[in-house]
C-alpha cells in the first residue's frame, strides 16, 4: 500500500522558514517523480515544485529563489525548503509521486499539512 506522509508545517512569522518533509512508503521510491503542490482556501490546488527521479527540479515562479525542492533516496524522502515566507503562501501542502509506465499514469498523495504565514 503507497503511503506519503507530510510533516513540517506550522505558523510562522512572514520572512521565518519551514521544511516540509514527505516519507514514502510502499513504492520504490527512487523510480518515483515527487512534486509539492499546494491549495489556499477558495483557490485551486496549484504545482509548487518537482523533482525527478535524475535529480532534475522544476519551481514555480512564484517562488523561485525562495523555496528549494530535493530527496534524499536513501530515506525515501523528499523535503521543500522554504524561506523568506510570505502570508500568500499560506495553504495545505501536498506531497505527490508520479510515474508513468506501461500501464499508464499512477499518482499517489498525502494528507497535507498545513502551512501558514503570518503579516
Known amino acids: 500500500q503507497v503511503q506519503l506522509v507530510e510533516s513540517g508545517g506550522g505558523l510562522v512569522q512572514a520572512g521565518g522558514s519551514l521544511r516540509l518533509s514527505c516519507v514514502a512508503s510502499?513504492?520504490?521510491?527512487?523510480?518515483?517523480?515527487m512534486g509539492w503542490y499546494r491549495q489556499a482556501p477558495g483557490k485551486e490546488r496549484e504545482l509548487v515544485a518537482t523533482i525527478t527521479s535524475g535529480g532534475n527540479t522544476n519551481i514555480l515562479d512564484s517562488v523561485k529563489g525562495r523555496f528549494t525542492i530535493f530527496r534524499d533516496n536513501a530515506k525515501d524522502t523528499v523535503y521543500l525548503q522554504m524561506n523568506s515566507l510570505k502570508p500568500e503562501d499560506t495553504a495545505v501542502y501536498y506531497c505527490n509521486a508520479h510515474q508513468t509506465s506501461w500501464s499508464g499514469p499512477f499518482d499517489a498523495w498525502g494528507q497535507g499539512t498545513q502551512v501558514t504565514v503570518s503579516s
Open positions: 510502499g513504492i520504490i521510491f527512487s523510480i518515483y517523480n
